[in-house]
């Protein structure tokens, strides 16, 4: 199993331009989630999903948006990007939700940079 | 004040120290509790979860102290490959999907 991954590693985006985060997962979950980590701040939920077709909004959702096609992939849309979203980019899945044993698997990170 | 609560660090240990860190929480209908760890440069991975009993994994303790709204984590005998960032993680107990992150504590292992 590749468990989650990401793509690209590294991105550099002008102002305004947009672009898509892929992510996919080969563990059959059900739920996946978008979180993006900044210096001194914990992982923030930018968006999830319980499943093929449902999405909903976490925490900081404006200037992103996400689809749900299938139960593997769940990319991660930038409209236009600002150098507010300067961030490293993490897609999680897990098989629970809320219970003891609600393991979130990452991806290896996406570090993008909005000049 | 923020959800979750770590000191930031770093904690500088040499090898075979024992360390210990707490986790403070505001929610007292937080429902789960975790440790993750966080190589730099990595993503995190699930260390442990933490139980109401305390639990306990080789070199690693949990504990969970519901009436003071903390979680702990206790390193005994620690390794060089221990030098990482500890991530606290809760999740309350009010549905949806809410996971707060701490923001970490670091730790250097020295030999």
């Known amino acids: 199993n590749a468990g989650v991954t990401q793509t690209p590693k590294f991105q550099v985006l002008k102002t305004g331009q947009s672009m898509t985060l892929q992510c996919a997962q080969d563990?059959?979950?059900?739920?996946m989630s978008w979180y993006r980590q900044d210096p001194g701040m914990g992982l923030r939920l930018i968006h999830y999903s319980v499943g093929a077709g449902i999405t909903d909004q976490g925490e900081v959702p404006n200037g992103y948006n996400v689809s749900r096609s299938t139960t593997e992939d769940f990319p991660l849309r930038l409209l236009s990007a600002a150098p507010s979203q300067t961030s490293v980019y993490f897609c999680?899945?897990?098989?629970?939700?809320?219970?003891?044993?609600?393991?979130?698997?990452f991806g290896p990170g996406t570090r993008l940079t909005v000049l | 004040r923020k959800e979750v609560e770590q000191d930031p660090g770093p904690f500088n240990v040499p090898e075979g120290a024992t360390v210990a860190f707490n986790c403070t929480y505001s929610?007292?209908?937080?429902?789960?509790f975790f440790w993750y760890r966080q190589d730099c440069r990595k993503e995190p991975k699930l260390l442990m979860s933490?139980?109401?009993s305390g639990n306990e994994d080789g070199r690693f303790t949990a504990q969970l102290n519901r009436a003071s709204q903390y979680i702990s984590l206790l390193i005994r005998d620690s390794k060089l490959s221990d030098s990482a960032t500890y991530l606290c993680v809760v999740i309350p107990n009010t549905g949806g999907f809410k996971t707060i992150f701490g923001a970490g504590t670091r730790l250097f292992v020295k030999a």
């Open positions: 933490v139980y109401s």
């Open positions: 999680a899945s897990s098989l629970e939700r809320g219970g003891p044993t609600d393991t979130q698997y």
């Open positions: 563990m059959n979950h059900e739920y």
């Open positions: 929610n007292s209908a937080s429902q789960s």
